[in-house]
């Protein structure tokens, strides 16, 4: 039987619905409008569709919303300064700098310099170490991991007591979601194991999982016999293979495929993500659910 296919773009749909919602009640009870800045260094082309996509979901949700464009030679200084004057701006509860910065400004320094309670990528070491910790203490989940778990949670897959194997160790995706999922609580407490390039027989340990996790940017790295029939596939990976022409738009677009044979592996899976379509759109809905929580904390609002 062909699997369920997991949407992520219903999905985030469905968040960003719920989300409109809380925000107009924040402001109808509260007077409180959750605010995202941007900060854009130079034009790379990929980093300025990434920015404009998520100013554009701010802005439909009805937040406070700005791009903070800078030049390419802007220099460390001058941007960490312009990220301390968000972190004092009580308007603002969500700053992201967009990555990659330019090879004269040392990045590490750049994100640790944003207030952790404003670190709505999750990134900060603060976060980081909020999410080992988990619990109440977990504030802002990185966004490509969190829109993962809700994948799983909202496909209605069972996390409690199964076998989660993830699939790559990035500090982006593969290692917060693991912590993710190993945590004590609801749409979690699985048995987690990460495999990467050092794994002896990553088939062995694939075949074992209920909840198969893939982040290795490795197109058809996962073959169709290694997934457990009726397993719950996410696959992460984005990768191009190649370009086709757009019946939309007349222009070149990229083929994009992921880390799984989806075609053979829909037909063993219980339910699978497409790729693009699946965890792809989350990330930018999640970022916006860190930003109305972060409002809601400055804010006092349970
Ligand atoms: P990354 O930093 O390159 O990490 C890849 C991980 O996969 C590494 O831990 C690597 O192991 C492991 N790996 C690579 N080849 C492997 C193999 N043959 N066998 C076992 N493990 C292997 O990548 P990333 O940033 O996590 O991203 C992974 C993929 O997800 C990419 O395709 C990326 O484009 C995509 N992605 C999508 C989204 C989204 O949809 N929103 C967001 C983020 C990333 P080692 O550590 O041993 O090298």
Known sequence: MSAKIISGTEVAT?????????????????????????ILVGSNPASISYVTGKQKTAHELGFYSHQDDQ??????ADLLKLVDKYNKDPKVHGIL???????????????????????????????????????????????????????????????????VVVVGRSNIVGK???????????????????????????EAHCKRADILIVAAGVPGL?????????????????????????????????ILKGDVDFDAAKEIAGAITPVPGGVGPMTITMLMKNTVKSAKIHAGIK
């Open 176 to 202: 917060p979601i693991a912590n993710i999922m190993l945590q004590k609580g609801k749409g979690a407490n699985s048995t987690v194991t990460i495999v990467h390039t050092g794994t002896k027989d990553l």
């Open 222 to 254: 996962v073959k169709p016999q290694w997934i457990k029939p009726g397993s719950c596939v996410i696959d992460v990976g984005v990768n191009r293979v190649g370009e086709k022409l757009s019946e939309k738009t007349g222009k070149m677009i990229p």
């Open 71 to 76: 030049p390419a030679d802007v220099s460390e």
């Open 97 to 163: 700098v967009q990555l990659p910065l330019p090879k004269h400004i040392d990045e590490k320094k750049v994100l640790n310099a944003i207030d952790p309670d404003k670190d709505v990528d999750g990134f900060h070491p603060i976060n980081v170490g909020r999410l080992m910790i988990g619990g109440d203490e977990a504030k802002f989940l990185p966004c490509t991991p969190a829109g993962i778990q809700e994948l799983i949670v909202r496909s209605g897959y069972e996390t409690s007591g199964a076998e």
């Open 14 to 38: 469905q968040i960003r619905v719920e989300l409109k919602k809380e925000v107009d009640e924040m402001k109808e009870k509260h007077g409180v409008v959750p605010g995202l800045v941007t």
